[in-house]
C-alpha cells in the first residue's frame, strides 16, 4: 500500500526519531484515557480524585482492590445488560451484513430499471438524523404486530416495546452499510460474473460464491460500523425498553449517577463495556483499515 | 423431486401447522394501559427512578411486598430506571400511551405532566394527606396528582473551626449569614491561602440543579422565574434590578476568584478532601460530611441576600397515571403506602426529611436535638417550591442555559432579557396552559 511504503521509508524532511516521537506522543493521547480508567476503576472515590493532579492517577498504586467491580454487580444487573447488548449487537450485525450486502448487490450488479434513483434515495437518507425519526419510530413500533406462540397458537400481538426486535430490526436496513457494500463490490470486475454465468451459477450463486468471498475488508468495516452503534445505543432502548432484564449496558451506566456519584464504579462498569468493543477492533483492524483505504470513506 | 415441489411443500405444511393450531387471534394487550388482569389478579405496573439507588429502591420493593401480601386482588409490579434518563423514559412511553398505572414524578413536573395528560388526579380522602409537608404534596389546579415520602434541603456546610479561625461567625438558622458577612467571609477564606477556591456552588452541574440551587438565590435578591401572582410572564421578575443584581453577583463569586467557573464533578468530595471550605449541597450529603468532620461541620443556610434566605422544595412524588386501566387498584396501592411507618422507614433508612408530620415523631434524628433535626427546620422555615405551573420544564431548561451563560461570562441583562422572552413567548404559544 502506498500508505506503508511511505512510512517504511520515512518522510522526507522529517527525520526518523520525530517521527517515532509523534508516533508515541499519539499512543499516549489516545491509550491514557483509557489507562486512567482501567486504573481508578481498581481504587476508591476519594483516592480517585486525589490522584488526579499526579502521575498516581495512571498508575495502580495506594488502596487497590476490586470492590468497584463487586459494587457493580450489587447496583445493576450487569451481566444481563451484558448479555443483552452481545445479544442485540451481534444479531444486528448478522442480519444486517446480509441484508444490506444483498441490497447492495443488486444496486451494483444487477441492471434494472430506477436503480440509480434507488441508490440515491437511499444515500439521500444519511442526511436525516435519528433523533427526528425517533419519536414517530416509537409510534410505529407501538403500532406494529407480531407473531406470538402460545401454547399450540400463534397469538397476533400488537406492539413491539419492551423486545429484543424492537432494538434490532429497525437498525438492520442500513444506507450507510448499503453504500459501503456498493462501493466496495463495484470495484470486483465484472468479468468473474460473467464467468460464473457461463458456469450455470445464478445471481445467488454469484452473490454468495464470487462476489461476498473477495468482499472480506467491507464485511469486516461494516461489521465494526453496525457493531458499535449498536453496542452504543442509548436513546433508542431508553424509549423503547421498559423492563431490566431487556436493557442493554449503555442505559446501564445512568445507574451511577445518584445524588453521590459513585464514580469508581462507573470507572469499573466503563472498564467493563469498553474491553469487548475494543476486542472487536483489534479482530478486524486490518481488515477494517483494508476497506478503508479501498473504498476512501472516511469516518 | 425439484426444488419447487419442495418449496411448495413446505409451504403447505406451514400454512397446515398454522391451520390446526388453529386459532390465529388477535390479542388484545391490556399491559399498554399499565396493568392486564390473569386468573382473577389484576397486575399493576409501577414505575420508579430508583435504578441504581440501591437504598431507596429496597424500601419501594419492601412497600410493593407489603402491599402484594396483604391482599390477593392486586399485585404490583416494580419496574426500575435510572433517575437520569427516567424522564425521557415516562415521556415516550406517554407517547406511546403505555404509561405504567403508578409512576414517581420529581415535584416540579407534576404540573406539567398533569396538564400533558400523563396524570389523573389521585382522589384520595382527605384524610389521607392531613399530616403531609405542603412541599411534598402535587397540587394543580386544587386537585392532588402527587405526594412524597420525603423532601430534602439545600444547605451550605462549613467547618466552625476554619470559620472561627479567621474571625467570620458561624451562621445559625434563625441568624444567616448577610450579603454582606457573606462576602466579607469569602475575602478572608481567600485571603488565608489555603484554599484555591473557597466556595463550591456546584458550577459544573447540570439539568434541574441549576433553577433547584440558584433559583433560591435569585429570590434571596429578590427575583424568581416567574411572576407567580398568575404565571403568565417573567417580565420583570427575571430580567428586573433585582435579578440582574444577582446575576452579577454570581459572576463576580468567579471574576474574584471564589469559586471555579467549572466546580470538580462532585462537591462534597472535594469538601471532603479539603479543597473547598464553603460547600452548596443537600441534605443527601450530610452523612459522607459528617463521617470526616464530625462535630466540626455546621450546615447553615445559604446567605440572606436580601430578601430572606431561600432554599428549594419539593423532591419525588407518587403519581397516577390517566391511562391506567385499574385505577382502583393504583389507588389502593397508593393509599397503601401513605401510611406512616413507610415516611419514618424512608427517613430512617435514607436520612431524608420525613413528608409527614406525624413520622417525625418516630424519628429521633429529627427531634429538637436531633442529629438531622437543622434540615427539618431548614425546609420549613426557608423552602420555597419551584413554581407550580405546565410550564416549569420550559422555564427550567431555559433557567439552566441562562445560569450556564451568566457563569460564562455573558452580560446578565442580555442573558435575563433573552430567559424572559423566551419563558413568556413559550406560555403564550401555549395558550397560557390553560387546564
Known amino acids: 500500500m502506498a500508505v506503508d511504503v511511505a512510512v517504511r521509508a520515512g518522510r522526507p524532511g522529517v527525520p526518523r526519531v520525530l517521527l517515532q516521537l509523534g508516533r508515541i506522543v499519539l499512543m499516549l493521547v489516545f491509550s491514557l484515557p483509557i489507562l486512567f480508567m482501567i486504573v481508578s476503576s481498581l481504587k476508591p472515590d476519594t483516592q480517585i480524585f486525589s490522584d488526579l493532579t499526579s502521575l498516581r492517577a495512571f498508575l495502580p498504586v495506594g488502596h487497590i482492590s476490586l470492590d468497584n467491580y463487586r459494587g457493580v454487580f450489587e447496583r445493576v444487573p450487569a451481566a444481563q445488560f451484558l448479555l443483552n447488548s452481545v445479544m442485540v449487537s451481534v444479531v444486528t450485525v448478522a442480519v444486517g451484513i446480509v441484508v444490506n450486502s444483498l441490497a447492495a448487490f443488486a444496486l451494483s450488479r444487477m441492471r434494472w430499471r430506477g436503480r440509480r434513483i434507488v441508490l440515491a434515495a437511499i444515500i439521500a437518507t444519511l442526511i436525516v438524523p435519528f433523533e427526528t425519526l425517533a419519536l414517530p419510530l416509537v409510534w410505529w413500533v407501538n403500532k406494529l404486530p407480531w407473531l406470538e406462540l402460545n401454547g399450540f397458537s400463534l397469538v397476533l400481538s400488537d406492539g413491539w416495546l419492551d423486545t429484543y426486535r424492537v432494538q434490532i430490526l429497525p437498525f438492520i436496513a442500513n444506507a450507510f452499510s448499503i453504500y459501503l457494500f456498493y462501493q466496495f463490490f463495484s470495484s470486483i470486475p465484472t468479468e468473474l460474473d460473467e464467468a460464473a454465468r457461463v458456469d450455470g451459477a445464478s445471481w445467488f450463486g454469484i452473490y454468495r460464491r464470487v462476489v461476498m468471498p473477495l468482499s472480506g475488508p467491507a464485511v469486516a468495516t461494516v461489521a465494526i460500523l453496525t457493531f458499535l452503534p449498536a453496542w452504543n445505543s442509548y436513546l433508542w432502548p431508553l424509549m423503547v425498553v421498559q423492563s431490566e432484564a431487556k436493557r442493554p449496558v449503555m442505559v446501564g451506566i445512568q445507574y451511577f449517577f445518584q445524588l453521590n456519584v459513585a464514580w469508581g464504579q462507573i470507572m469499573a462498569y466503563s472498564a467493563m463495556i469498553t474491553v469487548p468493543v475494543l476486542v472487536l477492533f483489534v479482530a478486524f483492524q486490518r481488515a477494517f483499515v483494508n476497506s478503508i483505504a479501498s473504498s476512501g470513506v472516511k469516518g | 423431486m425439484s426444488h419447487h415441489r419442495i418449496h411448495r411443500r413446505i409451504a403447505a405444511a406451514v400454512v397446515l401447522v398454522a391451520a390446526s393450531s388453529g386459532l390465529v387471534a388477535c390479542s388484545s394487550d391490556s399491559s399498554g394501559t399499565g396493568a392486564s388482569t390473569a386468573d382473577g389478579v389484576t397486575t399493576l405496573k409501577l414505575w420508579t427512578h430508583n435504578g441504581g439507588n440501591a437504598q ?380
Open chain 2, 56 to 435: 431507596e429502591l429496597a424500601i419501594n420493593k419492601q412497600v410493593v411486598a407489603d402491599f402484594n401480601a396483604s391482599q390477593s386482588k392486586y399485585k404490583v409490579d416494580l419496574q426500575a430506571f435510572p433517575q437520569a434518563s427516567y424522564n425521557d423514559a415516562v415521556t415516550a412511553a406517554a407517547a406511546a400511551k403505555k404509561l405504567p398505572c403508578v409512576l414517581d414524578i420529581d415535584g416540579p413536573n407534576v404540573p406539567n405532566w398533569a396538564w400533558a395528560g400523563y396524570l389523573a388526579p389521585l382522589d384520595l380522602p382527605e384524610e389521607t394527606f392531613k399530616d403531609q409537608l405542603p412541599s411534598t404534596m402535587g397540587k394543580v389546579d386544587d386537585k392532588v396528582y402527587s405526594f412524597g415520602h420525603y423532601d430534602v434541603a439545600l444547605n451550605m456546610a462549613v467547618r466552625k473551626s476554619v470559620l472561627t479561625t479567621i474571625g467570620v461567625r458561624v451562621p445559625t438558622i434563625d441568624k444567616p449569614w448577610t450579603r454582606t458577612e457573606f462576602d466579607a467571609a469569602l475575602a478572608k477564606l481567600k485571603a488565608g491561602g489555603k484554599y484555591r477556591y473557597t466556595l463550591d456552588l456546584g458550577t459544573s452541574g447540570t439539568g434541574e440543579w441549576l433553577p433547584y440551587a440558584y433559583s433560591p438565590l435569585l429570590q434571596s435578591f429578590g427575583g424568581d422565574l416567574i411572576n407567580r401572582s398568575d404565571y403568565k410572564s417573567a417580565a420583570d421578575v427575571l430580567n428586573g434590578p433585582k435579578a440582574i443584581e444577582w446575576a452579577t453577583w454570581m459572576r463576580s463569586l468567579i471574576a474574584n476568584g471564589y469559586m471555579a467557573q467549572k466546580s470538580g464533578a462532585d462537591g462534597t468530595v472535594d469538601f471532603v478532601n479539603g479543597k473547598t471550605a464553603i460547600v452548596y449541597t443537600g441534605s443527601w450529603a450530610a452523612d459522607a460530611i459528617t463521617k470526616k468532620y464530625g462535630g466540626d461541620v455546621a450546615f447553615v443556610p445559604p446567605p440572606d441576600l436580601g430578601n430572606g434566605a431561600k432554599i428549594g422544595g419539593g423532591s419525588w412524588q407518587w403519581g397516577l397515571s390517566s391511562d391506567c386501566a385499574a385505577k382502583d387498584g393504583a389507588r389502593e396501592y397508593l393509599k397503601f403506602s401513605a401510611q406512616t411507618k413507610y415516611f419514618v422507614e424512608y427517613s430512617q433508612k435514607l436520612g431524608l426529611i420525613p413528608g409527614n408530620t406525624a413520622a417525625v415523631d418516630q424519628l429521633p434524628n429529627f427531634a429538637a436535638d436531633g442529629k438531622y433535626r437543622v434540615f427539618l427546620e431548614l425546609a420549613q422555615k426557608y423552602a420555597v417550591v419551584r413554581p407550580v405551573t405546565p410550564a416549569y420544564p420550559f422555564i427550567s431548561t431555559t433557567f439552566q442555559k441562562a445560569c450556564q451563560d451568566i457563569l460564562a461570562g455573558g452580560d446578565p441583562k442580555k442573558v435575563l432579557d433573552k430567559a424572559t422572552s423566551d419563558i413568556d413567548n413559550n406560555i403564550k404559544s401555549n395558550g397560557d396552559y390553560q387546564f
